[in-house]
């Protein structure tokens, strides 16, 4: 049974709409002298690049990794280490990125999808932990305070990545392009066999797909993204510290991945927003807002739900239903909607 | 003597990682229930007793407070969410016991500030012991004895009481133990409370040797899960044996790493590397373990 | 098509020996079923020729090439595809999907940005698959609203699409009804000659319909490898089920 497949449906239509809307902020923000928004928004949009990748191989693949921030930190000091070393341009910052994290994300994916379950849980934990460990305890590289950049990326053509307009922007571009193919290998042989390995490991394997290799290759792509929002990120914050690889920054993730609604394609930018915004929201309440929105998380564990994504397709089946054309089975269209 | 002293040290941590681990494997491998929140429970032991020992003057009388606290909050974790997560995937699991952390943590800070808390070792045990030659810490000897001793007390329940048949029995198949008659909620809810009970004499225990300080829980709750994957989950005698392992390269790695290196490299790579290095160790010994058995090394399952 | 030879498979859990040097000979295009009483070994004999477990000892053939350590993922890519007793299908894709899945699994897919359904090679394969075992007008739904029946003819489906060489299959007809049993009957029937197929099964009424020869596997042992009418008249064999399925025999005489 197919869902409404128009475009004006809420659970397609209302992302699109806000993905949209942002590219207004920059000068909306400029007309109304509130700057603050055009950096807190480029934020979220480089949070919900990563919780992008990380819907790769927790949404997509059904891994639960808690070790993604490592590679966020890993970009975010390609940045800031190419810069002590002299190197301003983007290109080969970006090039460091991509060779590091590919390298560290297929030598620890290797390892860790060894195991399975709770130990994947684990080692992806202990990973990002060690990557901790080892910028903590390089000092000349500025240890716990981390290191700040001098000299942020150069694009070429003038346009430097430490001033936030070209920044906004280029993040914007960034998550544009990844959640465009993450939509594609939805239905691309690759996404749609790991999608089913999340299902049905054991079957995948049975039909002839390269389970384990599968798995690995979507570990990487998303360490190469998580690594991409760490490079924007160091150029946001002209900041690069160990904090980035903490295993916090890795449960927030993760939080937005399943808030947004878990597999969906919008649902990291989703979950990003609501996340980043909320936390924002009540840190201007009270500085013990974790006391709240811890408790808050565990509901939304407890409840399980398909996350922000899942209402809006709730909303699908209330908004368009088309009556006139035969039964329809509403149940089974949100099931459809809800994992499609 | 260094050496000695060191290894010593090694096992101290050793069974500190035991007190923790031995609790949070069996709720890995019996309930299949990922507890993050385990370095919390030990950080309210750890707080707990140094609260109660600074206010009335006696460290028993902390630890008392910290054992019988936690597992308090243990029983009450347990039956309000943790209850409820057992039939859900393990992904609620890990965001539940996330929102714990923050919970918990900004509850620490609330209720105790930022501030480290200051609590003394106890003035019986402030002294020394002289072992083989080497004058030892008596307390960090004592902490020693006492996981040993609660390392046989476990060893004693799991394979001579019939509680601990339940155990073993559970570990090898959950289902089949409940599909048994036997009353698997009082069981789980049980396990879950002795494990925070025992993260809560560790965190007691810890007190006057480490900083009672918010936060202090999530670096030894990821040691403890190093210990785990490495012993084998749903195994307390690989948890023992794994955790004085773990405890002892630790240790002596930091305190001989960065000196064994300035041997080899330049002084400059050494001071760099070698603090770094060290702290990689345990994590290495676990890369190392997966690659070779990813079961770890004694298997509670079939 | 391939056929399959194994010789000699040995295989032992612990102390106890669950292969007891088999050695089958599947030919081309036959339907070679196997049968025996319930502990026989049968399933761990069938892990072995798919690839999901090892053999201790021994050599699998397919076609000209031994297979023996290739991987499980590798067997399927050169044809040798294997439906499953417990079902095994992905809930949360159509079935359709299901199928395409399945085609292009076994040519070794990648891709990552054109979708799999643009792939005509592979739906037509899938189409035909969900024709022949009738899901053609279920096409769109979720395999997990599909009965029990149903999800028996996708199992089937799968390694239908898949454009097998040589089709392991595993109880097909497990906990099905009588007319769903019979509806699989007649399927097997009409791919009899396209494909070669080895047949595990416990309903001797569609065994001995379908099958060119039988191997009865007793205790891990292929004790007895003949035709219907040999298997059927043989003493030893019918002492084995003797008491437990004597009326068996005679009824499928009748088949």
């Given at each position: 049974m197919k869902t409404t497949s128009s475009l004006f449906r809420p659970s397609l239509g209302i992302p699109l709409l806000l993905l949209l809307a942002l590219l207004a902020v920059p000068p909306v923000a400029a007309a109304l002298g509130a700057q603050f928004y055009v950096g807190f928004l480029a934020r979220v949009l480089i949070y919900a690049l990563a919780a992008s990748a990380l819907n790769l191989v927790l949404g997509y693949a059904g891994l639960i990794g808690f070790g993604h921030a490592l590679f966020i930190g890993l970009g975010a000091y390609c940045v800031s280490l190419s810069s002590l070393a002299?190197?301003?341009?983007a290109w080969p910052q970006l090039l460091l990125v991509l060779v590091s994290c590919g390298c560290i994300g297929a030598l620890t994916g290797a390892i860790s999808l060894r195991t399975r379950g709770i130990g994947f849980i684990m080692i992806t934990l202990a990973f990002s932990q060690m990557g901790y460990f080892v910028f903590v305890s390089l000092k000349q590289y500025g240890g716990d305070d981390g290191m700040s950049i001098i000299a942020t990326s150069r694009l070429g053509a003038g346009i430097d990545l430490g001033s936030v307009l070209p920044l906004f922007y280029a993040a914007w571009g960034v998550l544009a392009v990844t959640l465009l193919w993450m939509h594609r290998l939805r239905h691309a042989p690759f996404g749609m066999a790991l999608r089913g390995s999340r299902q049905n490991l054991a079957r995948i394997s049975a039909l002839g797909f390269p389970a384990r290799r599968l798995q690995l290759i979507a570990y990487v792509l998303s360490a190469i993204l998580c690594g991409l929002a760490g490079f924007l990120l160091a150029n946001l914050n002209a900041y690069a510290s160990p904090g980035l690889m903490s295993w916090q920054v890795s449960g927030e993730l993760i939080v937005m991945v399943v808030l947004g609604g878990m597999g969906s394609v919008f649902g990291p930018l989703l979950g990003a927003l609501a996340f980043i915004c909320l936390e924002e929201v009540m840190k201007s309440y009270t500085e013990h807002w974790m006391l709240i929105f811890g408790p808050m998380i565990i509901l939304i564990a407890l409840t399980g739900r398909d996350g922000l994504m899942g209402a809006l397709h709730w909303l699908d089946v209330r908004c368009c239903q088309r009556g006139a054309s035969g039964r329809i089975d509403a149940t089974a269209i949100v099931a459809n909607g809800a994992k499609q | 003597m260094l050496l000695f002293a060191q290894l010593l040290n090694g096992l101290q941590y050793g069974v500190l990682l035991f007190l923790l681990a031995a609790g949070l494997t069996l709720v890995f491998g019996i309930m299949s229930f990922v507890n993050l929140a385990h370095g919390s429970l030990y950080m309210m032991g750890a707080y707990i007793a140094a609260s109660v020992a600074n206010a009335t003057g006696s460290f028993l009388l902390g630890l008392l407070a910290a054992l019988l606290g936690c597992l308090a909050i243990g029983v009450l974790l347990e039956r309000v969410a943790v209850a409820r997560l057992y039939d859900k995937n393990h992904l609620n699991h890990v965001l539940a016991t996330f929102g714990m952390i923050m919970f918990f943590n900004e509850l620490a800070s609330m209720l105790w500030g930022k501030q480290p808390l200051f609590v003394s070792v106890p003035p019986m045990l402030d002294g020394v012991i002289n072992l083989f030659g080497l004058p030892y810490p008596l307390y960090r000897f004592a902490v020693i004895v006492v996981g040993l001793a609660v390392a046989v007390g476990c060893y004693w329940m799991i394979h001579r009481t019939r509680l601990g048949m339940l155990i073993r029995a559970g570990a090898n198949n959950a289902a089949m133990v409940g599909a048994l008659g036997i009353n698997i909620r009082f069981l789980n809810a049980l396990l879950f409370a002795v494990g925070a009970a025992l993260a809560g004499l560790a965190g007691a225990v810890a007190g006057p040797i480490l900083s009672v300080q918010a936060g202090m829980g999530e670096p030894v709750l990821i040691a403890t899960f190093v210990v785990i994957v490495i012993g084998g989950i749903g195994s307390v005698k690989g948890a023992f044996y794994s955790a004085l392992i773990v405890g002892v390269v630790d240790t002596m790695g930091r305190a001989f790493l960065p000196m064994l290196l300035r041997e080899m490299v330049s002084r400059q790579l050494a001071d760099a590397a070698g603090p770094a290095l060290a702290s990689l160790l345990i994590y290495l010994l676990m890369a190392a373990v997966l690659a070779l058995r990813p079961q770890g090394l004694f298997v509670a399952r079939r | 098509m391939n056929g399959l030879r194994t010789q000699g498979l040995t295989k032992r859990f612990g102390g106890l020996l669950v292969t007891d040097d088999v050695s089958l000979d599947i030919r081309p295009g036959e339907l070679h079923a196997i049968i025996g009483p319930n502990g026989a070994g049968k399933t761990t004999l069938i892990n072995q020729l798919s690839g999901e477990l090892r053999p201790d000892s021994g050599q699998v053939w397919f076609g000209d090439e031994e297979?023996?350590?290739?991987p499980l993922h590798q067997r399927a890519c050169r044809g040798l595809l294997r439906s499953y007793q417990i079902t095994s299908i992905f809930e949360e894709f159509t079935v359709m999907e299901n199928a395409v899945l399945a085609a292009v699994g076994a040519t070794g897919g990648y891709g990552f940005?054109?979708?799999?359904?643009?792939?005509e090679q592979a739906c037509q394969d899938a189409q035909q698959a969900l024709l022949a075992t009738r899901l053609e007008a279920r096409r769109?739904?979720?395999?997990?609203?599909?009965?029990y029946g149903e999800r028996r003819q996708l199992e089937l489906a799968m390694a239908l699409a898949a454009q097998p060489r040589l089709l392991l299959l595993d109880e097909p007809m497990a906990g099905m009804s009588i007319e769903e049993s019979a509806s699989v009957v007649q399927l097997l029937q009409s791919l009899k000659g396209r494909y070669s197929m080895l047949l595990i099964e416990h309903d001797m009424d569609a065994v001995f319909a379908l099958a060119d020869r039988i191997t009865v596997l007793v205790s891990g042992r292929a004790a007895f490898c003949g035709t219907p009418d040999e298997i059927r008249n043989h003493p030893e064999v019918r002492a084995i089920y003797l008491g437990d399925e004597a009326g068996t025999f005679s009824g499928a005489a009748h088949g």
């Open positions: 002299g190197l301003e341009s | - | 297979v023996t350590t290739l940005w054109r979708p799999m359904m643009a792939r769109d739904t979720l395999a997990g609203e599909l009965g």
